[in-house]
């Protein structure tokens, strides 16, 4: 290993300290809860699971890119609840316009899914 390189033990802390581990451990419970209760709510695969891509891996994605460096892990928590808030609207309103003109799931859904992708971080970035 070359001495420039950070030791494993180094960069694994400064994971830690870069508050992906909070987002984490919040958006994926949020991420599974929401997920499966709209999956049996609105009784359709589809939505349920990209429901639950929405919230479990892109707002922590979003997090690492556009989210505040250096807060504390509340305000991660805080952070992750909120985005996570926003992306289940931008989905479920998706999901309900696309519902009036399509009637397969799986096309509602992916279009819920790209619009709250493209929509989320835009907005992300305006509330930047």
Do not use: K, N
Not at 52 to 68: F, K, M, N, W
Not at 89 to 118: D, N, P, V
């Amino acid at each position: 290993m070359s001495s420039t390189q950070p030791s494993l033990r180094d960069r694994f802390r400064d994971d830690l300290r870069s508050g992906s581990l909070p987002v984490l451990l919040t958006a994926v419970p949020i991420a599974m809860a929401v997920g499966t209760g709209s999956a049996w709510y609105w009784d359709e695969f589809a939505g349920g699971f990209l429901l639950l891509v929405t919230i479990g891996v892109l707002v922590p994605s979003a997090h690492d890119e556009y989210g505040p460096r250096g807060q504390s892990w509340s305000r991660d928590v805080l952070w992750t609840i909120a985005a996570s808030a926003v992306a289940t609207g931008l989905f479920t309103c998706g999901y309900l316009i696309a519902g009036t003109l399509l009637t397969q799931s799986i096309y509602r859904a992916t279009i819920a899914f790209l619009l709250t992708y493209l929509g989320g971080g835009s907005t992300l970035f305006w509330l930047r």
